[in-house]
Nanobody, 130 residues
Framework: DVQLQASGGGMVQAGGSLRLSCTAS????????LTWFRQAPGKEREGVAC????????YYADSVKGRFTISSDNAKKTVYLQMNSLKSEDTAVYYC???????????????????????WGQGTQVTVSS
């Protein structure tokens, strides 16, 4: 059974930290772009950060650069999102997704949710109180 399992959300005060995890099962951990998205109420789903399974390529949304760090553990088939200096505007449901995006297209498409056709985690709520 192919699936992504996200965890680690919760409630934290502004300035605090959380770490999200997303573990894959039933897939060959190879040539995937692994991405965290988030969606706040009334807003579109937006790409937060991505990493390739080689670990060589990472991209971040401008709104989280310098505060969030994406990493992966290939042996565990898990991708992490370390979120520091959290702000109230980071409040959202966070989703992980995976897709085999050809390398030349990753930079321009990683943050488009429509590119991810099949593999999505169930979402985990992050609430930052000010």
């Amino acid at each position: 059974d192919v699936q992504l399992q996200a965890s680690g959300g919760g409630m934290v005060q502004a300035g605090g930290s959380l770490r999200l995890s997303c573990t894959a099962s039933g897939i060959t951990w190879d040539q995937y772009t692994l991405t965290w998205f988030r969606q706040a109420p009334g807003k579109e789903r937006e790409g937060v950060a991505c990493i390739t399974t080689t670990g060589e390529t990472k991209y971040y949304a401008d709104s989280v650069k310098g505060r969030f760090t994406i990493s992966s553990d290939n042996a565990k088939k898990t991708v992490y999102l370390q979120m520091n200096s959290l702000k109230s505007e980071d409040t959202a449901v966070y989703y992980c997704a995976a897709e085999r995006i050809p390398t030349p297209f990753i930079q321009n498409t990683w943050n488009n949710p429509r590119v991810y056709t099949n593999l999505w985690g169930q979402g985990t709520q992050v609430t930052v109180s000010s």
